[in-house]
């Protein structure tokens, strides 16, 4: 069974950095572009970036508003992924869910975390 | 990259059958079969429901099902039932390797 399990969220203030982390277990995390989506109180849902495996270059790609400020990372001898976060604003203040593509190469995100809470308020 | 456009809400009863619409451009939805489209009921992280434009991954109820006719992707539910009543969000790749959702559609079943 597919599990991923983010941590790291809490309260910071604008300006501040946090490290979210997303342990991953149930299949191959090697082979998995991993992705992060956000989703602020009460709004949609939001696509973060996303880290393609090794064997199509390790790249990554981010959502306009948090090129710059975020890194996503990946460690495949531990099957976990990162969220790097600096220079946080209000606006960043979301629930943060890792997902997995539904097949090795996929987009689309077949399964998901139960999230995080991330707040940014002075 | 602008979010999909889908209708805030859709409304249906029991038995019917709706339809969602997912608008972008030729730059994303129109551009790629890459769409996907997600269930998300209260407080519960998002279900996967349809990838790929058409594809319903395993465990979906054969009820719901996806399409696109240029730069318009459309979710259809048929025989809509109670636990249907939730939010409906769909994503596209897009030409700069990213992904965008839509707006999101609240589904209510009357």
């Known amino acids: 069974e597919v599990q991923l399990v983010e941590s790291g969220g809490g309260l910071v203030k604008p300006g501040g950095s946090l490290r979210l982390s997303c342990a991953a277990s149930?299949?191959?995390?090697?082979?998995?572009?991993m992705t992060w989506v956000r989703q602020a109180p009460g709004k949609g849902l939001e696509w973060v970036g996303r880290?393609?495996?090794?064997?199509?270059?390790?790249?990554?790609d981010y959502a306009a508003p948090v090129k710059g400020r975020f890194t996503i990372s990946r460690d495949d001898s531990k099957n976990t992924l990162y969220l790097q976060m600096n220079s946080l604003k209000t606006e960043d203040t979301a629930v943060y869910y890792c997902?997995?593509?539904?097949?090795?190469?996929?987009?689309?995100?077949?399964?998901w975390g139960r999230g995080t809470l991330v707040t940014v308020s002075s | 990259q602008s979010a999909l456009t889908q209708p805030a809400s859709v409304s249906g009863s029991p038995g019917q059958s709706i339809t969602i619409s997912c608008t972008g451009t030729?730059?994303?939805?129109?551009?790629?079969?890459?769409v996907s489209w997600y269930q998300q009921h209260p407080g519960k992280a998002p279900k996967l429901m349809i990838y790929?434009?058409?594809n319903r991954p395993s465990g979906v109820s054969n009820r719901f099902s996806g399409s696109k006719s240029g730069n318009t992707a459309s979710l259809t539910i048929s025989g809509l039932q109670a636990e249907d009543e939730a939010d409906y969000y769909c994503?596209?790749?897009?030409?700069?390797?990213?992904?965008?959702f839509g707006t999101g559609t609240k589904v209510t079943v009357l």
């Open positions: 149930g299949f191959t995390f090697s082979n998995a572009w």
């Open positions: 030729s730059s994303d939805v129109g551009g790629y079969n890459y």
């Open positions: 994503c596209s790749y897009t030409g700069s390797s990213t992904e965008v």
């Open positions: 880290i393609k495996t090794q064997a199509d270059g390790g790249t990554t």
């Open positions: 997902t997995t593509g539904y097949y090795d190469g996929s987009g689309a995100s077949g399964h």
């Open positions: 790929d434009v058409y």
